[in-house]
């Protein structure tokens, strides 16, 4: 059985840092590309940050580009997005998702996804 777990997020003050983690298991971690993808209230979800599956290749949407870093771990299946000068504008709940095998992941196709971790930017 797939499953993605994320944990890490919380509450922080406008320009703090938080670093989400997604455990994975049930599949070979290191035949996937990965995405962390986010929900704000009221909206539909944005794409954040993917990176391909040996780790060498990430890329950011502009909105978080220069803050954000994506990593992962693929002896231990771990993915992380590593949040710095958090805006209140990044509040939004933020999932982990597994690209579908043998697609472009520019496409931005998923067919698994985690339960969600919150993250709440407020003074």
């Known amino acids: 059985e797939v499953r993605l777990m994320e944990f890490g997020g919380g509450t922080v003050q406008p320009g703090g840092s938080l670093r989400l983690s997604c455990a994975t298991s049930g599949f070979t971690f290191s035949n996937y590309g990965m995405s962390w993808v986010r929900q704000a209230p009221g909206k539909g979800p944005e794409w954040v940050s993917r990176?391909?599956?040996?780790?060498?290749?990430?890329t950011y949407a502009d909105s978080v580009k220069g803050r954000f870093t994506i990593s992962r771990d693929n002896d231990d299946a771990m993915l992380y997005l590593q949040l710095n000068a958090l805006k209140p504008e990044d509040t939004a709940l933020y999932y982990c998702?597994?690209?579908?095998?043998?697609?472009?992941?520019?496409?931005?196709?998923?067919?698994?996804w985690g339960q969600g971790t919150q993250v709440t930017v407020s003074s």
């Open positions: 998702a597994r690209h579908k095998r043998d697609r472009i992941l520019a496409r931005n196709e998923y067919d698994y």
């Open positions: 990176i391909n599956q040996i780790g060498d290749i990430a």
